[in-house]
């Protein structure tokens, strides 16, 4: 995903035509860095720095920066030690499709206030705020998801900034620290009587700004931002955006100033780009820095699913009946905790969600695994008796609760009781490609008299209908996860396929379903970067025969041979191969009474993320990400970034085939490159025409570094429809109120009758019913869902949305999720301020005999209170004060009778003293009073000469307090009315970047 052109110099036969006519047809403004790498392609300005890459880069760069800092490599292995998998860059991904979205979406791509146009700059800069607000509340709440989406808004809207304003032609080499921290000087905004541009009759513009908006004289300086297209209307000698997409452009003043490609077409100051990039990423390194300060180490590698392993996700069924399942359950968890205890990363997520009837949850979630035993001891199989049970209530809430990317094992003997929730079910699985297994300990045909042989009395069913367990086996077979029908005796056996998929680095190498009475053939490829293959097979087989690359062939059902070992249990095969694992393509015969699933995976880094895009041709020239099911029919975008790789020699990878339910090829579409790589990533294109009309997975093929032909499958059934539903708005929801959220269907076949349906894990939704409506042939529907939210919902929650439509006549449907954060009605966004009372020193050439000192106030200037501080650098100590601290004719220790007094203040589990590397200190308990200053003073020897101290306040806000012998006595608190300069403030940026350069 860095800078390249390599799909435009490989692709002329597929790519080339069709974006040149793409580009021919450009009709829309253009306002923004480029959204992502396809605008390179469109704009042809190969050298641009798009959001994309400036957002990519710098989260890269952030992510090693905090892992070299806890923990350093030894010698040159860091590579080795330092994992980005599969999971880190799906976040990443995330981040980068809600920062493009920006330009996407109807409700945010023409407003200025997202985009800093217009000279909505104050508006704009409340707005960010509010983006930085949301993104701590969430991280804190754990909903990394909903962070990661407010984290992408900020970042667009910041990199927009100096892109959009005249801050690079005033000669400013350092970012605008009054954007996201109020009580730095602001800059002044020209008025809108007051002129800022001239005109300008070339597709170049120098000097077109006047000159009280391009001086560096601090006294006199204003800042402006371009008109934007026709809304809201320019005013006669403003500056206009600019470009050729730009309508606003021919409207004195005419020409532009953005600075977002190094096309003069597009750019008028496009000169300045990479003066503007710079700046771009350094103020999104700051705001990573920040919140990875702010929120803590631990988290911010949360945040981007660093180092974590994989999810252990149990949904339940606690009823009399399922003694042996959770005995099961809570054996193969303590296995696996133990298998992993020696494990360099994370142990990952731990989470249970319990049902029976009428009972779901309540979700129990955490990071240690000792809690998490505990809490599985305690659980009991208890009362019952009946079925059906909330069943998909409970894989609702597992699905909103854990990561993507997750496997979800759902144990129970019962059918569905809420079958309304299949279709929101089905949209969670496959928004957060999610797997979902079932191990039924009841066979579907189950009849009385088979029951009766049972030595326990099960649960009583009356008449059961056989194709009760239907909608489990549907969900299992669209996420690309196994419905095992197995019995007591067995569920602790067949419970072994937790542990084989939940380990590390797991891929998938086959994944399809057969119901062919004949044999069945299907082959997978081993290649170097695999071991340990697992097969799982569900289902009643009859012959099976395994054959291995070098044509060795073992019937696995009849004996024991060189290739595999067997295991079979009720409802499962699990054959292991043997080691040395040979490479090449190997082959399964299978024979079975009924349905079969054949899953095959092995350990490797080496895996693949992907989606489908469109070309927009709105207001941005870029690539649009499709939002649910790809359209049927028509052409689309592939989009494959290939992960694990330790460098762009280890494999190469040429194209990705459609395969069907049967593991038959729907279509080839061969892939180019898009980029050169990026640490362990590769980014390939291919178009797709046209999106076949049946559901397809997807098959990625290459060659390893030693010519054996490699496959990576994603196992999720990708559902190709004619109908396409969007959430047009997402917005903020606040305790007490009501929210809508809007909505648009586009029907792509013909006239037809729609069903909609509307649902959420929080119950706040105001209407449940599904809405029947028609639609014309190649119309559209808008409509709009309405919420409450109750004056108790916690802020940082996340109320997850989903949205299916229907066709009511054929299989037809679509569907949205949407994720609504919840925020306090009047957020505070003003950080903490730092104000130097007293400063002492006898520093003199002999440092390490001389020492210094600084006392200050610290205080809350908005509303919430202090919350926490923290020694960040510096080799002195901290001591803190109710009061003033005494005056001292030494600088040596404070007193010991006061700091008994201090230390019996302090709260319990609190410090008087504080030094670097300890953890944030809590004082929220010392300042009960949100308008009463905390006293603290800073003692060092003078052979260190300054300190960061980092202060926050209950609702996130973050003040840098850098502390030095020799600084003014009263630090800028809220001065924002006096128009001066910002001060640089990049010491510590440049500091940074020296130390942890861009790799």
Not at 200 to 219: G, I, W, Y
Not at 344 to 354: A, D, I, K, R
Not at 863 to 877: K, M, N, W, Y
Not at 973 to 999: M, R
Request: aromatic letters at 8%; glycine letters at 6%; hydrophobic letters at 35%.
């Amino acid at each position: 995903m860095s800078q390249g052109r390599g799909i435009w110099e490989r692709s002329q036969r597929q790519v080339h035509p069709f974006a040149l006519a793409y580009l021919l047809l450009l009709a829309s403004p253009c306002m923004g860095f480029l959204p992502n790498f396809w605008s390179w392609v469109l704009t042809l300005s190969w050298e641009s720095h798009t959001h994309q890459y400036i957002t990519e880069r710098t989260i890269l760069n952030v992510t090693l920066e905090t892992l070299r800092g806890i923990k350093k490599p030894e010698g040159n292995h860091e590579k080795e030690q330092i994992r980005l998998d599969r999971g880190f860059w799906r976040a990443v991904g995330e981040v980068v499709k809600s920062n493009a979205a920006m330009d996407f979406r109807s409700s945010t791509r023409s407003d200025p206030v997202y985009h800093f146009d217009s000279e909505r700059i104050e508006d704009a800069t409340v707005m960010l705020r509010q983006f930085w607000t949301n993104t701590v509340l969430s991280v804190r709440a754990k909903e990394y998801q909903s962070a990661r989406r407010s984290l992408g808004q900020l970042f667009h809207s910041l990199q927009d900034f100096y892109s959009h304003s005249n801050w690079v032609e005033m000669g400013q080499h350092s970012i605008y620290l009054h954007l996201l921290q109020p009580e730095e000087p602001a800059v002044p905004v020209a008025k809108e009587d007051t002129p800022t541009c001239l005109e300008c009759f070339s597709t170049t513009c120098r000097n077109n700004l006047l000159a009280t908006l391009k001086t560096t004289q601090e006294d006199s300086q204003l800042l402006t931002t371009g008109y934007f297209s026709t809304f809201p209307p320019k005013p006669q000698g403003k500056c206009s955006h600019g470009g050729i997409l730009d309508r606003s452009r021919y409207k004195s003043a005419k020409g532009g100033i953005n600075k977002d490609s190094t096309s003069p077409l597009f750019s008028p100051h496009h000169y300045l780009h990479d003066k503007a990039a710079t700046l771009a990423t350094e103020a999104t390194l700051t705001v990573l820095r920040d919140l990875r300060d702010t929120v803590g180490h631990r988290n911010f590698l949360k945040l981007f699913s660093v180092n974590q392993g994989p999810a252990l996700v149990f949904v339940m069924d606690t009823t009399g009946s399922m003694f042996e399942e959770i005995y099961a359950a809570r054996l193969r968890a303590l296995s696996i905790i133990q298998s992993r205890a020696n494990s360099p990363e994370q142990l990952g997520t731990f989470l249970l969600v319990p049902f029976h009837d009428p009972g779901v949850g309540p979700v129990y979630e955490t990071d240690d695994p000792d809690q998490f035993m505990q809490h599985m001891e305690k659980l009991m199989a208890l009362g019952g008796g009946d079925e059906p049970e909330m069943c998909l209530s409970a894989i609702q809430l597992a699905l909103t609760h854990s990561p993507p990317l997750s496997e979800i094992f759902v144990f129970t003997d019962a059918s569905p009781k809420d079958a309304h929730l299949f279709d929101a079910v089905k949209a969670l699985s496959l928004e957060k490609q999610s797997k979902v297994t079932f191990l039924l300990t009841e066979d579907p045909n189950y009849t009385k008299e088979s029951r009766g042989r049972l030595m326990r009395k099960r649960r009583s069913k009356g008449r059961l209908s056989p194709d009760r367990f239907a909608l489990y086996s549907s969900l299992a077979s669209l996420s690309g996860g196994l419905t095992i029908f197995t019995t007591n005796s067995d569920i602790h056996k067949v419970s072994t396929i937790v542990e084989d998929s939940t380990a590390a680095d797991k891929v998938t190498l086959l994944h399809v379903e057969s119901d062919q009475e004949l044999m069945s053939v299907h082959t997978f490829r081993v290649d170097s970067s695999v071991k340990n293959v697992t097969l799982h097979l569900s289902g009643t087989m009859l012959e099976c025969i395994l054959t291995s690359p070098s044509d060795q062939s073992q019937s696995l059902l009849k004996e024991e041979g060189p290739l595999a070992e067997l295991e079979r249990f009720q409802g499962l095969y699990r054959i292991s191969l043997f080691s040395p694992l040979q490479p090449g393509q190997w082959k399964l015969q299978a024979k079975s009474e009924g349905h079969l699933t054949f899953n095959v995976i092995g350990d490797s880094s080496v895996d693949f993320l992907y989606y489908f895009a469109t070309v927009t041709n709105e207001t941005h020239p870029g690539l649009a990400r499709v939002e649910g099911n790809p359209i049927a029919g028509v052409p689309a975008l592939l989009v494959v970034a290939v992960t694990g790789l330790a460098s762009d020699k280890e494999a190469s990878f040429s194209h990705a085939t459609l395969l069907g339910a049967e593991g038959e090829s729907l279509q080839q579409v061969k892939l180019n490159s898009s980029s050169s790589s990026i640490y362990s990533l590769e980014e390939l294109v291919g178009l797709v025409d046209p999106v076949p009309r049946v559901p397809f997975c997807i098959q990625l093929s290459g060659q390893d570094s030693r010519g054996n032909k490699l496959e990576r499958v994603s196992t999720e059934m990708v559902q190709p429809t004619h109908i396409q539903i969007q959430v047009l708005s997402v917005p903020h929801v606040v305790p007490g109120q009501s929210a809508t959220v809007a909505y648009g269907i586009q029907n792509h076949g013909a006239g037809r009758l729609f069903s909609l349906t509307a649902d959420d894990d929080c119950g706040f939704l105001q209407t449940r019913e599904p809405r029947r409506f028609p639609v014309s042939e190649q119309e559209s529907f808008h409509g709009q869902v309405s919420l409450h939210i109750p004056a108790t919902a916690q802020a940082g929650a996340t109320v997850t949305l989903t949205l299916t439509v229907h066709d009511l006549d054929s299989p037809d449907s679509d569907y949205a999720v949407a994720y609504l954060t919840v925020v306090p009605q009047d957020s505070d966004t003003s950080p903490p301020s730092c104000s130097a009372a007293r400063i002492q020193s006898n520093c003199s050439t002999i440092c390490n005999a001389t020492s210094w000192s600084v006392s200050l106030a610290v205080s809350d200037i908005g509303r919430s209170g202090l919350h926490a501080l923290q020694l960040q650098t510096g080799e002195g100590i901290l001591t803190l004060f109710r009061s003033p601290p005494p005056s001292e004719d030494s600088l040596g220790e404070p007193d010991l009778n006061q700091q008994q007094i201090q230390r019996d203040k302090t709260t319990k589990g609190g410090y008087l003293h504080h030094q670097t590397g300890d953890p944030p200190l809590n004082v929220s308990e010392w300042v009960l009073d949100s308008s009463r200053s905390l006293w603290v003073r800073y003692t060092s020897s003078c052979c260190s000469a300054q300190a960061e101290m980092l202060v926050w306040d209950k609702a996130g806000n973050m003040k840098r307090c850098h502390l030095t012998p020799g600084q003014k006595r009263q630090l800028r608190n809220s001065s924002t009315e006096n128009g001066q300069k910002t001060p640089t403030g990049c010491f510590f940026l440049l500091l940074g970047l020296l130390l942890f350069p861009l790799p």
